[in-house]
Each structure stands twice: as structure tokens, then as C-alpha cells.
């Protein structure tokens, strides 16, 4: 028996939150007396397995073919689902991430297997696997377990660390499945320069209703830039249409929990606490001393962000 | 066009979450809403309607609970029917049941699109989309934020990390709505109160096309928690420069994040 984990990459290089996918695997397994196997799906994916090698993989299956050079829901799922069936794997994990939501579900169910996604906890109770998740946006956990022959669990990114434990695994190359599908994915856009994505970054800086209007995020940015932080907004200020809603934080937009949080101008209405309230650490500047957000903030700045964020600026750049 | 839009009755996000005596969730003090994210796939509905110029919009809620402020908001913003599926005989209802349930219940009707939200934000999982297309075997595009239809065919632009992708699917398919996919109307007074006289179907979950013995959830809630909340943090105090270089020091030397 072995924990199956589905390696997700871009153009051949692993993604952040799949080595803290295998990191878990391999720390399961070991407790479980478990192989662990990595599944990547591609084209031209030369380096991945040497990639994957150093986080303490058993084997490599390998599914290449021109036809999966970007993800197709249909015949990545069917891959997984040639791998599950190959190898009846106890555990498969991935991270939660926008393939592993489109994908995990329909396999989970085409071959009868219970789900939990988003974890940010795992542990071994006995033979059984204990799974803890946040709902509500974080606002209560929740503990439950699976109770199907095999078990889907997706991570939360940043929850779990990355921890490198070199091996050297067999790299066994299947028959890619390229099934016939109604849906097809014509092309994928993924414009650069836009510093660390929101979900994986190790710090964020967002901006809210006390920017005042949307230029005031070129400052947001600025900032962001010499932390190499990714750019964060409050609802408000999403609504208010000075930033898109990608980039919104909270219940109603993306749950993050990087190692440093920046609150610009946000009073921390409780479903924006709810989307990154398990940051590590929080430093909030506001203008009124009332704000919620200075109540969960590790280091709180009473002040005009407009006098405040420019010294920061200046600091971190050096000269001041 | 015939869409079917699963909808979910949520608490409002700006609930406080209590736990009871028994350790369940306190429902008693919130106030219930349509999922945030349904309601895009409600407006999306009902503009596909309009720009084909005809066809029905019905809404389909699987649940324990009755979800009718949920499924009233969907009726008066436009949609023409709206059916609960009352799952009450269940004990615990997870993902792979509501799948079956709302499956059950489409299975056999004519349907050009089955649109749902992208996700729950009561319970976060994302997970019933894929389910339910995997169940219909019908393809599915998820987190949705535009789309066209022309000649039976869909282009949707699908929400990823840090860009998207443009998909073509076939009708029919499922889609699930993400944010900036529409900005949903707000009903009038007097739509609000035709919705409130509407009835809304009430269709016991082993009538709906699936029978009870069949269908087991594939998971359990061992326990619900509350997360330890954080420690108050502290106010800086001083002039600007004296609290910026300081709190950059801390940041360095103590948490060591840059």
C-alpha cells in the first residue's frame, strides 16, 4: 500500500505547495509504514523527477503526452484515476489549488471516495487518519475522517512545510489516457511580472477602503515590491472597483496564511479577519484606534497609512 | 435554454460561529443567506435566459434544513421555479450525497446548462461542482468568471492562480460561478414580495429518483472546534519613524520573515 501524491508543476517546475504535498506524504507514510508515489501529468517534463527525488518519493509515475501540455480536466482526471487503478493507493493527496478543486472531486466520485479538501491538519489516530479543516473561512475547525477503501485529502498551501529528504525513486513511464471529452482547454494566460501568487505567498500586502480611492494602491504595490509580497484588497474595496476580484482576501475571496500580513486601511469586518486570520504574523496601520483589525494585529500602527507606508518605503530601500 | 442553478442556503459572512452544548454548529442567532457565489450563477441564469429569448430557470437545493430564504432570494430575482429536496432521512449529508441527490432528481429531465457557485463559503469545499458533473457525466468548467454561448458551444474563461484559461465546452455541461462573472441584480420590492407567495417544491430525498439504502456518505465529523483566538497584539507607540524602523527591526531580527 502507498500514499499517492499528485505533483502539480508549471512548465516543469514544481510547484511551492506539491513539495509540501510530498513533504506530507513522506512524513505520513513513514508513520504508516506506507511507499510513497508522485503522479505528474505533462509534456517535456525532463527535470520534474529529479525535482521530486529530493522529497522522499519511492516512484514516479510519469503521464507525458503533447495532448496534456496544460490542463484538461478529462484526461488529467483519467490519468489519476489510470495511476489509482494501477497502484490502489490508501491515501491520495494533492495541494489545494485551482487543478486539484476541478479535478479531485470528479475522480473522488467516479471511483467512490470520500474527500476532504483544504486540510491544514493530518494525523494518525490509531490505524485511522484524523483530518482537521477549516470552515467558515476559519472562524471553527472541523475534524473528520474518511471511511472509503481510499481516501482524497488536498492541503492547504502554506500549512504544511516543505521538507527535503532525498531518495532516488524508480521513474516508471505510463500510457497516457487521452480520453475523447466535450470540453476542451484552448489556452491558458498567465500574464508575468506579477510578483508571488496571493494563496502561496510568504507575505502580502493589502489594501482597503482607507486607501481612499484606486491609485492608492500603487503604493500597495510599491511596498509589496521590495517585500516580494503578493497584492492583497478588502471587499470593499474589490466592490468598489479598485482592484480585481482575484485579488480579494476573506470569506467571499481567498483564504490565505502567509508568514506576514499587511493591513493597509482595512477595519477588519469579521469576514476578512476570517481569510487571513491564521496569518503568522499581522502588522495592521489604520486611522482609527476603534479598527477591528488593530485587535488581531501582532504590531498595530495608529496613523495615516499615507505618512506611514512611505517611511517603510524608504527604509527597506535603505535611505532613512 | 433550461438552466438548472443548485443553490445552497449559507450563514451570512458576517456571522459569528458558535459551537452548542452538543459540540454541533449554533444556527440559533444567524442569519441565513443565498451562497454569495450562487447568486452569480442565479444572475448568470437568468441573463442566458433573457439573451435566448426564452426557456426556464429552476432552482434545486439539496439540504436538511429548509433553505426557502435562500431559494426566494434566487425566485425574485427572476428564476421561474424553485424545488428543495428535503434530505431530512439522512442522518449527515456530505459532498458525494448532495451529488447523488440533486443527480437523482436531474436524471431523466431535459437540461441545457446545470450552473452552480464555485463554492460553499459555509463549509469552504469546493467539492460538490465536480462531483455533481462527475455523477451526470456531463463536462464541467469550474470557477467561472465569463462566458458566451453560441451555436451550442460555450467559451469560458476559468479562474486559476495568478491568470486563467479559455475552455470550450459543449452544452450540456456544468459550470460553476466565480466572482466578477456578473454583478447580480437586486429584486424590487415587488418581486421580493410575488417570490414570497410563490410556492416552493418540496420533494422528499427518496422520491427524488434514488433510494436511501444506496447512498451512504464517504465521510464523518468526528468534532467541531473553535481556533484559539489570537493574542491581542500590541499598538506601537511613538512618532512614525520611530515606530517604522522599529517594527522593521522586529520583523527582521525577532520574526526573522525578511
Known amino acids: 500500500m502507498s500514499i499517492l501524491v499528485f505533483a502539480e508543476h508549471r512548465g516543469g517546475i514544481l510547484r511551492k505547495a506539491a513539495k509540501e504535498a510530498l513533504s506530507k506524504g513522506r512524513t505520513l507514510a513513514e508513520q504508516m509504514g506506507l511507499k510513497v508515489a508522485a503522479l505528474i501529468i505533462g509534456s517535456d517534463m525532463g527535470g520534474l523527477p529529479e525535482q521530486i527525488s529530493k522529497y522522499g518519493v519511492d516512484d514516479v509515475y510519469v503521464a507525458d503526452d503533447q495532448s496534456l501540455a496544460i490542463y484538461q480536466t478529462e484526461s488529467y482526471a483519467a490519468n489519476l484515476q489510470l495511476v489509482i487503478k494501477e497502484m490502489n493507493p490508501k491515501v491520495v493527496m494533492m495541494a489545494n489549488s485551482a487543478i486539484s478543486r476541478d479535478m479531485a472531486p470528479l475522480v473522488a466520485e467516479r471511483i467512490g471516495a470520500g474527500l476532504v479538501p483544504d486540510c491544514v491538519e493530518i494525523t494518525l489516530k490509531g490505524e485511522k487518519l484524523s483530518y482537521t479543516r477549516p470552515v467558515f473561512a476559519g472562524k471553527a475547525l472541523v475534524r473528520m475522517r474518511v471511511n472509503t477503501p481510499i481516501e482524497f485529502v488536498t492541503l492547504r498551501p502554506n500549512a504544511f512545510p516543505a521538507v527535503e529528504s532525498p531518495t532516488l525513486p524508480r521513474v516508471k513511464q505510463i500510457k497516457a489516457a487521452v480520453p475523447d471529452s466535450g470540453a476542451k482547454t484552448v489556452c491558458v494566460d498567465l500574464p508575468e511580472g506579477q510578483g508571488p501568487e496571493l494563496t502561496e505567498a510568504d507575505v502580502i500586502v493589502s489594501g482597503g477602503r482607507g486607501l481612499g480611492d484606486a491609485d492608492g494602491f500603487a503604493l500597495v504595490r510599491e511596498l509589496a515590491g521590495l517585500l516580494d509580497a503578493a497584492v492583497g484588497a478588502s471587499r470593499s474595496a474589490v466592490d468598489a472597483g479598485w482592484a480585481g476580484h482575484r485579488m480579494q482576501v476573506g470569506q467571499t475571496g481567498n483564504v490565505v496564511s502567509p508568514k506576514l500580513y499587511i493591513a493597509l486601511g482595512i477595519s477588519g469586518a469579521i469576514q476578512h479577519i476570517a481569510g487571513m486570520g491564521t496569518s503568522k504574523c499581522i502588522v495592521a496601520v489604520n486611522k482609527d484606534p476603534e479598527a477591528n483589525i488593530l485587535k488581531v494585529a501582532d504590531y498595530g500602527i495608529v496613523g495615516d497609512l499615507y505618512e506611514v507606508v512611505p517611511i517603510m518605503i524608504k527604509k527597506l530601500k535603505g535611505n532613512g | 435554454m433550461n438552466i438548472v442553478v443548485c443553490i445552497k ?250
Open chain 2, 9 to 258: 442556503q449559507t450563514f451570512d459572512s458576517e456571522a459569528r460561529i458558535q459551537l452548542t452544548s452538543e459540540g454541533s454548529i449554533d444556527e440559533s442567532l444567524v442569519k441565513f443567506v443565498i451562497n454569495p457565489f450562487d447568486e452569480y450563477a442565479v444572475e448568470e441564469a437568468l441573463l442566458l435566459k433573457e439573451g435566448a429569448g426564452g426557456g426556464e430557470v429552476t432552482l434545486i437545493s439539496a439540504d436538511r434544513r429548509d433553505p426557502s430564504v435562500a431559494l426566494r432570494q434566487g425566485l425574485a430575482m427572476g428564476a421561474d421555479r424553485a424545488v428543495w429536496l428535503d434530505c431530512n432521512k439522512i442522518p449527515f449529508v456530505d459532498h458525494h450525497v448532495y451529488a447523488q441527490a440533486l443527480a437523482g432528481w436531474l436524471r431523466g429531465r431535459s437540461f441545457d446548462l446545470v450552473l452552480c457557485g464555485k463554492m460553499a463559503i459555509d463549509d469552504g469545499a469546493s467539492e460538490l461542482p465536480s462531483r455533481l458533473a462527475g455523477v451526470l457525466n456531463i463536462p464541467q468548467v469550474t470557477t467561472v468568471s465569463q462566458l458566451r454561448i453560441e451555436n451550442g458551444r460555450m467559451l469560458a474563461k476559468r479562474d486559476i492562480e495568478g491568470g486563467f484559461e479559455m475552455v470550450e465546452v459543449e452544452l450540456p455541461c456544468l459550470v460553476s460561478a466565480q466572482k466578477g462573472l456578473n454583478i447580480p441584480r437586486y429584486p424590487s420590492l415587488r418581486k421580493i414580495m410575488e417570490a414570497k407567495r410563490k410556492t416552493v417544491e418540496r420533494i422528499e430525498i427518496d422520491r427524488s429518483g434514488i433510494s436511501l439504502s444506496e447512498i451512504n456518505p464517504f465521510v464523518e465529523i468526528e468534532e467541531y472546534m473553535l481556533p484559539s483566538a489570537r493574542t491581542a497584539g500590541r499598538i506601537l507607540e511613538g512618532d512614525h519613524q520611530t515606530i517604522v524602523a522599529g517594527l522593521l527591526r522586529m520583523l527582521h531580527e525577532e520574526r526573522r520573515i525578511f
